[in-house]
């Protein structure tokens, strides 16, 4: 079971740090990502992290501003969020895989977490 936390209030341009941690297992194995829904609007994907090292990706939207990354000793996954626009208000979701993908996405995600609200206000 995935649990995201982090989320809150920003003022655009702020920053804010999303965790993810997996009860029941470990995020230091398999392919692991984010992914967002906004108000009426598809869920859509922000950013994984491939096995292998440092092999990442991002949508364009957040491309220069977000960045995934896990931490071996508290056993967690992070998006690291760095000028925060109005339109990245959301609901962030962490996802996860035991598959380990070198490039490309898993088509379904094993394992999703429930969402930690982030509201960037104007």
């Known amino acids: 079971q995935l649990q995201a936390s982090g989320g809150g209030l920003v003022q655009a341009g702020g920053s804010l740090r999303l965790s993810c941690t997996a009860s029941?297992?470990?995020?230091?194995?398999?392919?692991w990502g984010w992914f967002r829904q906004a108000p009426g609007k598809e869920r859509e994907f922000v950013a994984i992290l491939r096995w292998g090292r440092v092999n990442t990706d991002y949508s364009d939207y957040v491309k220069g501003r977000f960045t995934i990354s896990r931490e071996s000793a508290s056993d967690t996954l992070y998006l690291q969020m760095n000028n925060l626009k109005p339109e990245d208000t959301a609901v962030y979701y962490c996802?996860?895989?035991?598959?380990?993908?070198?490039?490309?996405?898993?088509?379904?995600?094993?394992?999703w977490g429930k969402g930690t609200q982030v509201t960037v206000s104007s």
């Open positions: 996802v996860g895989d035991r598959r380990k993908y070198y490039n490309g996405r898993p088509p379904t995600w094993e394992y």
């Open positions: 029941g297992g470990t995020v230091s194995s398999g392919t």
